[in-house]
T-cell receptor, first 112, second 116 residues
Framework: AAGVIQSPRHLIKEKRETATLKCYPIPRHDTVYWYQQGPGQDPQFLISFYEKMQSDKGSIPDRFSAQQFSDYHSELNMSSLELGDSALYFC???????????FGPGTRLTVL | AQKVTQAQTEISVVEKEDVTLDCVYETRDTTYYLFWYKQPPSGELVFLIRRNSFDEQNEISGRYSWNFQKSTSSFNFTITASQVVDSAVYFCALSEGSRGANNLFFGTGTRLTVIP
């Protein structure tokens, strides 16, 4: 079965640079979530989209923005990167017929 | 406010032993969902089980079983006859509201090591 796809899988950036993470949900899933997992920590909810509209917002810094496109894929844009942004970023998707978030493999971002 | 507590930070068991992972949650919602996810060393988050607040029936799925008790706000997860491949961090998570797919609040995780 198709799973959630995230790209890139690994990303290395310098401080103050920008980064864009992409998420392709499971086919026919209309809701996308973004989570940030710092080293040794639990995943923290950042933001979610339902039918291309922002549906909920968590602890997402103002330097970050995200959107969901007409094909339901989503992008997380991160600007003015800081060392503390180094983390594993997960995308998850959900469809109308399920109550479970299925996660992608994550993007490991390292800020130097 | 919602909260998920996994008091066990790390557990080590010898292969073939049974192991139970504890989870206690707090929520003001009467409708909510509880989940267990597994994060192996490779890093991905793998869905294991889901239970909604209206269904306290405990079930067994292969080597996995769970014990959901609303009276004590607990959602414990048991692995029977543990295997080395079960070594991972296990997260308990809570989703509030009638749609189980609302954003998840995770516990801090329990690192399980299964010793051959």
């Amino acid at each position: 079965a198709a799973g959630v796809i995230q790209s890139p899988r690994h990303l290395i950036k310098e401080k103050r640079e920008t980064a864009t993470l992409k998420c392709y949900p499971i086919p026919r899933h209309d809701t996308v979530y973004w989570y940030q997992q710092g080293p040794g920590q639990d995943p923290q909810f950042l933001i979610s989209f339902y039918e291309k509209m922002q549906s909920d917002k968590g602890s997402i810094p103002d330097r970050f923005s995200a959107q969901q496109f007409s094909d339901y894929h989503s992008e997380l844009n991160m600007s003015s990167l800081e060392l503390g942004d180094s983390a594993l970023y997960f995308c998850a998707s959900v469809g109308d017929s399920t109550d479970t978030q299925y996660f992608g493999p994550g993007t490991r971002l390292t800020v130097l | 406010a919602q909260k998920v507590t996994q008091a066990q930070t790390e557990i080590s068991v010898v292969e073939k032993e049974d192991v139970t992972l504890d989870c206690v949650y707090e929520t003001r919602d009467t409708t909510y969902y509880l989940f267990w996810y597994k994060q192996p060393p490779s890093g991905e988050l793998v869905f294991l089980i889901r239970r909604n607040s209206f269904d306290e029936q405990n079930e067994i799925s292969g080597r996995y079983s769970w014990n959901f008790q609303k009276s004590t706000s607990s959602f414990n997860f048991t692995i029977t006859a543990s295997q080395v491949v079960d070594s991972a961090v296990y997260f308990c998570a809570l989703s509030e509201g009638s749609r189980g797919a609302n954003n998840l609040f995770f516990g801090t995780g329990t690192r399980l090591t299964v010793i051959p």
